[in-house]
């Protein structure tokens, strides 16, 4: 199917790989229907990927795998806000962070507060909020993620 976007220009997407967010997305609630896009031309993952609405051109939030910034970045949730997407594993779990970047890349952050959650399996997704009391909305990640890509050879 042929999609447009704003900041990628009309793009010819693989019907599997549509995810479906049933509640949206905080601020985006309206938007239902998302894919992953990379900024290769691999179609691999990268250090920062974009969550494109499919519903709305113009959105497409940067995101981020957990991993990269946290070793061990684990959200306190309780199971049945996850039930809606289906059966988790460790196989079919994805988990990302959105990132929010100022014009001062230095001030770069990521709300570990509200990790997006989706089942590769049934292309499910939602965003929950973590019960953790130390995970935060803003938190800084420049370092890091200059770290990872350095590491990656970006």
Not at 12 to 19: G, R
Not at 30 to 41: A, M, P, S, V, W
Not at 123 to 148: F, H, L, M, R, T
């Amino acid at each position: 199917m042929l999609v447009k976007t704003k900041h990628f220009g009309e793009i010819d997407l693989d019907e599997n790989k549509v995810i479906t967010f049933e509640d949206g997305i905080i601020g985006f609630e309206d938007c239902k229907r998302y894919t992953i896009l990379y900024n290769n031309e691999e179609g691999n993952s990268s250090t920062i990927s974009w969550l494109q609405s499919l519903d709305t051109p113009e959105l497409a939030l940067p995101v981020i795998s957990p991993l990269s910034v946290m070793s061990d970045y684990n959200p306190i949730i309780e199971d049945d806000v996850l039930n809606p997407i289906g059966e988790l594993t460790e196989e079919n779990v994805i988990i990302l962070l959105t990132l929010s970047v100022p014009s001062d890349v230095a001030k770069m952050t990521v709300n570990l507060k509200a990790p997006l959650v989706i089942n590769a399996d049934t292309k499910k997704g939602c965003q929950i909020i973590a019960e953790n009391p130390d995970y935060v909305i803003k938190y800084n990640i420049y370092e890091q993620v200059k770290k990872s890509k350095e590491a990656k050879g970006e």
